[in-house]
T-cell receptor
Framework: QQPVQSPQAVILREGEDAVINCSSSKALYSVHWYRQKHGEAPVFLMI?????EQKGHEKISASFNEKKQQSSLYLTASQLSYSGTYFC????????????FGTGTRLTIIP | DAGVIQSPRHEVTEMGQEVTLRCKPISGHDYLFWYRQTMMRGLELLIY????????DSGMPEDRFSAKMPNASFSTLKIQPSEPRDSAVYFCASSPRTGGPLTEAFFGQGTRLTVV
């Protein structure tokens, strides 16, 4: 089942913050975040496994809610290099190594 | 390691022709995934393999699509006959085995397929 991402697109000025959400109707085993720049392959950012988990570093971080049905990606003080499409990928059950991606959020950073 | 290698990078073919996309995963990775990316549908999982065995092919659109992994270092995705609606970027990705959840998936550069 495909996770739902929001917003579909966002435009920010350099230095502004953004939040991208990923939600599922069922509890998830894990959630993965990837970034894809135009014309390139998706690149792994991070994976979250535990309800209530937060990880990442100061500028790019993510959280996984207690029910393990929603994850958010936080981009702080955005830089031009953050532009791209962000995807969340989800595994729904233990032992089913099927990584299903959301439809993506296109992030554009302008100077 | 050179990463996941896909070939060709670009393919233009006429409707009705057979198309074969190739993928060499990262050595030692047990999982191999084939994805299709379009503007309308995003990244769709077509099929994935574990230790060369197809595990889930529920995302394969129809019988015109088939995938094989004859050994740990090679996989193919074949479309026969091809149709204009198959035009998309096809990605292959591989991931190491952990015994737990999937870890990082490493994507190839993709094959941009255009069927005219």
């Amino acid at each position: 089942q495909q996770p739902v991402q929001s917003p579909q697109a966002v435009i920010l000025r350099e230095g502004e913050d953004a939040v991208i959400n990923c939600s599922s109707s069922k509890a998830l085993y894990s959630v993965h975040w990837y970034r894809q720049k135009h014309g390139e392959a998706p690149v792994f950012l991070m994976i979250l496994l535990k309800g209530g988990e937060q990880k990442g570093h100061e500028k790019i971080s993510a959280s996984f809610n207690e029910k393990k049905q929603q994850s958010s990606l936080y981009l702080t003080a955005s830089q031009l290099s953050y532009s791209g499409t962000y995807f969340c990928g989800t595994e729904t059950t233990v032992g089913n190594e099927k990584l299903t991606f959301g439809t993506g959020t296109r992030l554009t950073i302008i100077p | 390691d050179a990463g996941v290698i896909q070939s060709p990078r670009h393919e233009v073919t006429e409707m009705g022709q057979e198309v074969t996309l190739r993928c060499k995963p990262i050595s030692g990775h047990d999982y191999l995934f084939w994805y299709r990316q379009t503007m309308m549908r995003g990244l769709e999982l077509l099929i994935y393999f574990n230790n060369n065995v197809p595990i889930d092919d529920s995302g394969m659109p129809e019988d015109r699509f088939s995938a094989k992994m004859p050994n740990a270092s090679f996989s193919t995705l074949k479309i026969q006959p091809s149709e204009p609606r198959d035009s998309a970027v096809y990605f292959c990705a591989s991931s190491p085995r952990t015994g737990g959840p999937l870890t990082e998936a490493f994507f190839g550069q993709g094959t941009r397929l255009t069927v005219v």
